[in-house]
C-alpha cells in the first residue's frame, strides 16, 4: 500500500469535496481517501500494483476538477506558482466585486421607485428602463457570475449537483424571469399583472456571493498559519566545516556528518550531536519547553531552535524531510488533512444537501403558483430557496476547527496525529500515568548498596563489577543507573556471557565462570533463592519510595541496592489539575508495591497498579476500558452506562502496546521513537504540563466544531422554510432574495470566522 497526498483545484463548496472523494475512491485498488475542503488536498491510500497517479487523476478530472501532486517538502508549503496563482484569484475576484458592487448600486438605485411604490423624481428615468437594467445585468451575470454557470453545468453533466448549481439556478431564474418581462410585458399585463423585473436581484446576489468568496479565502488562509509558522523557523543556511575552511552553504546542500558552527545568537540549521563546546538553547518554537536547555559534547540538538551565549560544533545527524522540524510538519499536515468522527454527520448531510434544496425549490413553486396563480411570487419564492441554501457552512465547520486545532497544538509543543485523537480527548475519563520517565525524572541513581558480607576484602566492589558487567547489556533505566554507578566507583567491567533478560523480573548471565543474577525479589523467590537477609533494608528503602533490587550469585543472595528515580517537578500539579477535570488518575508501574504506594502518595494517587510486567500492561488498559462508566440522571429510561475512554500515558518500549491499546496514546517526547509511533498524541518536550494542554485544547477545539455545526444546521433550517414564504400567510412577509444571498454568503464566513478564534487558545496554566 502506498498514500499520495494531492492538492486540489476548483473546489467551491463541501458537496465538491464529496464528489472528488467518491470519484477517488472508485478507481481500483483505493482503500482510503480523505478529501479536506479547508486544506484544499486529497489524502489517498492505495495499492500500487493497482492503482497509479494517472489512474487518480483521470478520475479527479473526469469529476470535473483538477489535482496535482508536488514534492513531499512543497506539500507543506506554497511554492511560487501557487502563490502566484492564489494572489491572481485574489486580485480577480477583488475586480468582479468591485465591477459587480458598481453595476448592483446603478441597478437598485433605478429598482427603487418599482421596490417601494413611490415616485422618486431624483432617479434618471433611464435607470428604471428594463433594458437598461438588461444590458447593465448582463456583464456581471455572465462575467462576474459566469465560474457559477459553468461549474453549475459540469456538475449538470456528471448528474451531480453543488452549492454553483444552486447559486446558477437562483440567479438565472431571476434573470430570466426578467428577460422574459422585459421582451414580453404585454403577456403579464393581458393576466392582470404587475411586469416587476428582478434585474437586481440577479447582480446583487452574484456580488454578494463572490464578496464572500474573497472574505472567506482570505479567512481559510489563516487556518494554516500554524504551518507556516513552523516552516518559517527553518535557517537558510548553515556555516559549515569543509575543507579546513568554514563556509557558508544554504540548508539544502548540508549533509550528513558534516560538521557545523554555531555561534552565539544564532538559529540551528539540522539536526545533528554536539562534538565540541557547549551553550544554552531555546527550544521553546519547537518543544514548547519555556527553559533554555544546556547542551555539551554527545547531547542532540534541533535544527531551528536557537542558541543561546555559547559557541559549538555539531556534526549532522538529519536533514531534508527526516529533520525534526520536518517530522513535526509532516504529522501536523497530516493530521489537519484527516476527519474527525463528528465530521461523518455533515458529510453525509451534505451528500444529499444539493439534491434535497431543489427538490424544495421545485415544491415551493409548485405550491405557490398552483394556491396563488402569481408567477412573481412563486418565482421569487423559489429564488430564495436556491439562494439561501448554504452546504459550505456544513462543509468548513469540521476541517477548519481541526486545522487551527492541531495547529495551536504544535505551537504548544503537542502533536496530534489525527483529528479522531483530537476529538476523543476531550471524552477521557480515565487517564493511566506510567511511572518510571512519566511521573518520574526517568533518571533513577543508585543511592543505596549494602552486601551480605560487608566490605571485607573489597567485596563491596567485586558484587559492584558482577552487577555492573550484567546490566551493561540492558537497556533498562535501573540498568543505566547501576553501570553509571559503578562508573562513578572507577571500578572496570568484564566480559559477559549467555545473557538473558526477563522483561519486569530481571537479568542474568554469566561473568567470570560465576552466574549472576539480578531482578526483583519475587523473581528470585521464584528461582528458589532466599532473599530474607536482607529484607529490612527492602522494607525501608521501598517505603522511601525507592526501587530495590537483589543481586544473587551461583544461587546465593549476596546483596542489595536502593535506586531512587526523583518525580518530575510538575507531576503532583498535574495530577491534582487531571483531577480537577474531572478525569480518574492511575499509576501503572513495574515497580513492587510499597514503592508504588509511595510514589501515588506523593502526587496523590489513589488507585495503583504496581508489579504489572509490560505485557501484562496492555491487559490492564483493557480492563479499564471495560470498565461502566456511570452517567447522571440514572432514573431516566435512557441508557445511563458506557465503557470509559482510557488515556495511556508512557515513554518507553514497554509501554507501546498499552499506548496502542489505549483509546487515547499519550507518548512522552523524550521518550523512544517506538512508544512514540504507538501514540496517538506526542508531548514533544516531555512536560506533563503538555497532557493538561492536550485535553484543555481538545475540549476547546469540540466545543468550537459543534458551534461552528449549530450555525450551519441552525441557519438552513431556520433560513430555508423562510425562504420559502412559510411566514407569508401569517405576516405577509417574504424573504427578499437579494438579504438571502448575502445571509448565504455570511454564514461560511461566520463559520470559518468562528473556527480562528481557536488561535487565541491559551492553555491554563497549573500550579
Request: proline fraction near 4%.
Amino acid at each position: 500500500m502506498d498514500t499520495l497526498t494531492l492538492k486540489l483545484r476548483g473546489m467551491s463548496c463541501a458537496a465538491c469535496a464529496n464528489n472528488i472523494e467518491k470519484a477517488i475512491r472508485s478507481v481500483p485498488g483505493v482503500s482510503g481517501c480523505n478529501v479536506n475542503f479547508g486544506a484544499e488536498q486529497a489524502a489517498i491510500k492505495y495499492d500500487r500494483s493497482l492503482a497509479n497517479l494517472e489512474k487518480i487523476q483521470s478520475a479527479i478530472a473526469t469529476a470535473g476538477y483538477s489535482s496535482y501532486s508536488v514534492s513531499e517538502e512543497l506539500l507543506f508549503e506554497e511554492d511560487d506558482a501557487e502563490k502566484a496563482d492564489k494572489q491572481a484569484l485574489q486580485r480577480k475576484l477583488s475586480f468582479k466585486v468591485l465591477v459587480g458592487g458598481v453595476i448592483s448600486i446603478f441597478l437598485v438605485v433605478g429598482s427603487l421607485p418599482m421596490m417601494t411604490g413611490l415616485n422618486l423624481p431624483l432617479i434618471p428615468s433611464f435607470l428604471q428602463n428594463s433594458w437598461v437594467q438588461l444590458v447593465l445585468t448582463t456583464p456581471v451575470v455572465f462575467w462576474c457570475g459566469g465560474s457559477f454557470y459553468r461549474n453549475g453545468w459540469k456538475s449538470l453533466k456528471r448528474h451531480t449537483a453543488t452549492m454553483d448549481t444552486l447559486i446558477a439556478l437562483g440567479t438565472s431564474a431571476a434573470y430570466l424571469y426578467s428577460l422574459f418581462v422585459t421582451v414580453f410585458p404585454k403577456f403579464f399585463i393581458a393576466q392582470g399583472l404587475i411586469p416587476h423585473i428582478y434585474y437586481e436581484v440577479a447582480a446583487i446576489v452574484i456580488t454578494l456571493i463572490l464578496l464572500g468568496r474573497l472574505l472567506e479565502n482570505r479567512a481559510r488562509g489563516q487556518t494554516s498559519e500554524a504551518i507556516r509558522k513552523l516552516i518559517g523557523l527553518q535557517a537558510r543556511d548553515a556555516r559549515v566545516m569543509r575543507d579546513g575552511k568554514e563556509i557558508d552553504v544554504p540548508i539544502a546542500e548540508v549533509r550528513i556528518n558534516d560538521v557545523i558552527l554555531v555561534r552565539p545568537g544564532e538559529k540551528i540549521p539540522v539536526d545533528g550531536e554536539v562534538i565540541a563546546g557547549a551553550s544554552t538553547v531555546d527550544e521553546a518554537m519547537v518543544t514548547g519547553e519555556s527553559l533554555p536547555v544546556k547542551k555539551q559534547p554527545g547531547d542532540e540538538v534541533i535544527g531551528a531552535t536557537i542558541n543561546g551565549a555559547g559557541a559549538f560544533q555539531f556534526r549532522v545527524t538529519r536533514v531534508g524531510n527526516d529533520t525534526f522540524l520536518a517530522q513535526i510538519v509532516k504529522l501536523v499536515q497530516q493530521a489537519q488533512g484527516s476527519k474527525a468522527p463528528i465530521q461523518r454527520l455533515a458529510d453525509q448531510v451534505t451528500g444529499w444537501f444539493v439534491p434535497a434544496v431543489i427538490a424544495v425549490a421545485i415544491a415551493t413553486f409548485v405550491i405557490w403558483f398552483n394556491f396563488t396563480g402569481n408567477l412573481t411570487l412563486a418565482t421569487m419564492t423559489t429564488v430564495g430557496v436556491l439562494i439561501i441554501a448554504c452546504p459550505c457552512a456544513l462543509g468548513l465547520a469540521t476541517p477548519t476547527s481541526v486545522m487551527v486545532g492541531t495547529g495551536k497544538g504544535a505551537e504548544n509543543g503537542i502533536l496530534i496525529k489525527s483529528a479522531d485523537s483530537l476529538e476523543l480527548a476531550h471524552k477521557i475519563k480515565t487517564i493511566v500515568l506510567d511511572k518510571t520517565g512519566t511521573l518520574t525524572q526517568g533518571k533513577p541513581t543508585v543511592t543505596d548498596f549494602v552486601t551480605v558480607n560487608g566490605t571485607a576484602n573489597g567485596n563491596e566492589i567485586q558484587l559492584l563489577q558482577l552487577a555492573a558487567t550484567v546490566e551493561r547489556n540492558s537497556e533498562h533505566p535501573l540498568a543505566e543507573a547501576v553501570v553509571k554507578y559503578a562508573q562513578s566507583q572507577e571500578v572496570s567491567l568484564m566480559d559477559v556471557n549467555n545473557f538473558v533478560a526477563n522483561a519486569g523480573s530481571g537479568v542474568q548471565a554469566v561473568v567470570a565462570n560465576q552466574l549472576v543474577q539480578i531482578g526483583t525479589q519475587r523473581w528470585l523467590t521464584e528461582l528458589g533463592i532466599n532473599t530474607i537477609s536482607l529484607q529490612q533494608y527492602k522494607d525501608t528503602w521501598e517505603t522511601a519510595g525507592k526501587t530495590v533490587i537483589l543481586i544473587a550469585v551461583d544461587g546465593e543472595l549476596q546483596g542489595i541496592m536502593g535506586i531512587a528515580d526523583a518525580l518530575k517537578p510538575s507531576s503532583t500539579a498535574v495530577v491534582k489539575a487531571l483531577q480537577k477535570l474531572g478525569l480518574e488518575v492511575v499509576m501503572l508501574t513495574g515497580d513492587n508495591r510499597k514503592t508504588a504506594e509511595a510514589i501515588a502518595k506523593q502526587v496523590g494517587i489513589q488507585r495503583i497498579f504496581a508489579e504489572v510486567r509490560p505485557d501484562q500492561k496492555a491487559a490492564i488498559i483493557q480492563s479499564l476500558q471495560g470498565e461502566i462508566e456511570r452517567l447522571p440522571n440514572p432514573k431516566s429510561k435512557i441508557k445511563n452506562s458506557k465503557s470509559k475512554i482510557v488515556a495511556m500515558v508512557g515513554d518507553g518500549i514497554n509501554d507501546a502496546p498499552a499506548l496502542a491499546q489505549a483509546d487515547v496514546g499519550i507518548a512522552i517526547g523524550t521518550g523512544t521513537d517506538v512508544a512514540i509511533a504507538a501514540s496517538d498524541i506526542t508531548l514533544i518536550s516531555g512536560d506533563l504540563q503538555g497532557i493538561v494542554t492536550a485535553i484543555q485544547l481538545s475540549r476547546a477545539t469540540i466545543n468550537n466544531i459543534r458551534q461552528n455545526l449549530f450555525f450551519a444546521f441552525v441557519y438552513n433550517v431556520i433560513g430555508i422554510p423562510i425562504a420559502a414564504g412559510i411566514l407569508f400567510p401569517i405576516f405577509g412577509w417574504l424573504l427578499n432574495p437579494i438579504i438571502a444571498g448575502g445571509a448565504m454568503a455570511l454564514s461560511s464566513l461566520s463559520v470559518v470566522s468562528n473556527a480562528l478564534r481557536l488561535r487565541n487558545f491559551q492553555p491554563k496554566t497549573i500550579s
